[in-house]
């Protein structure tokens, strides 16, 4: 399995302004990935952070609103950018726990995001 | 730490007893599924995976059941305990884009002691 850490665990932010999340796996990983999880939903991938080049996103998911960084292999950080009461979520990482098999996917703790 | 289950299916069960959880998928090339747990505060937990060339997959207390005549897929928890109440996410992959999950809706599973 990957042990995956996020920071910060929680926040609480005023409309227009932007928070950056920090993803740290202990292991390196090729991919990561970037889900929402809005209140009383389930979870939905926002993006894939792929590490030397641009990351892939979803449709609905846009590179200016939520820009990620991938530096290296064990590290991702996803940006959410203008933030406004419907940004409010729970902001997720995940990585595979085995380099050979990309599919299982482990999670961090997540960052509850709220917006004023 | 808040819930996230304000808006999905629910179950409630008896300590002690076996619980059913269900998830129905739509795309019939998925080939890898998931089932997570996720308590109130945390990240989803990997609770036991299935490939769609099984189908049936056992692990301590769980039991994973996959039908891909009718793509449907459940988790079955014997001897139910206090500490398995939490939210139960099914999660597939469709093997042609490595990683991708798509989560199902969710159910949250209460037991009584």
């Known amino acids: 399995s990957a042990v995956i850490s996020q920071k910060p665990s929680r926040d609480i932010c005023q409309r227009g302004t932007s928070l950056t999340i920090q993803c740290q796996v202990d292991?390196?990983?090729?991919?990561m990935f970037w889900y929402r999880q809005q209140p009383g939903q389930s979870l939905t991938l926002i993006a894939t952070a792929n590490q030397g080049s641009e990351a892939t996103y979803e449709s609905g998911f846009v590179i200016d609103k939520f820009p990620i960084s991938r530096p290296n292999l064990t590290f991702s950080t996803l940006t959410v950018s203008n933030m406004s009461p419907e940004d409010s979520s729970i902001y997720l990482c995940?990585?595979?726990?085995?380099?050979?098999?990309?599919?299982?996917?482990?999670f961090g703790p997540g960052t509850r995001l709220t917006v004023l | 730490g808040e819930s996230v289950g304000l808006h999905l299916p629910t179950l409630s069960v008896q300590e002690g007893d076996n619980s059913i959880i269900n998830c129905a998928y739509s795309?019939?090339?998925?080939?890898?599924f998931i089932w997570y747990k996720q308590e109130s505060g945390k990240g989803p937990q990997f609770i036991i995976d299935?490939?769609?060339?099984?189908d049936k997959r056992q692990g301590q207390r769980v039991t994973v059941l996959l039908n891909k005549t009718v793509k449907h897929l459940s988790l079955q928890i014997a001897a139910t305990q206090p500490g398995d109440s939490a939210v139960y996410f099914c999660a597939e992959n469709s093997g042609t884009s490595y990683g991708k999950l798509t989560f199902g809706q969710g159910t949250i599973l209460t037991v009584h002691p």
């Open positions: 995940s990585a595979p726990g085995d380099r050979d098999f990309l599919n299982e996917q482990f």
């Open positions: 292991s390196q990983v090729t991919m």
């Open positions: 299935i490939r769609s060339n099984m």
């Open positions: 795309n019939s090339a998925s080939d890898y």
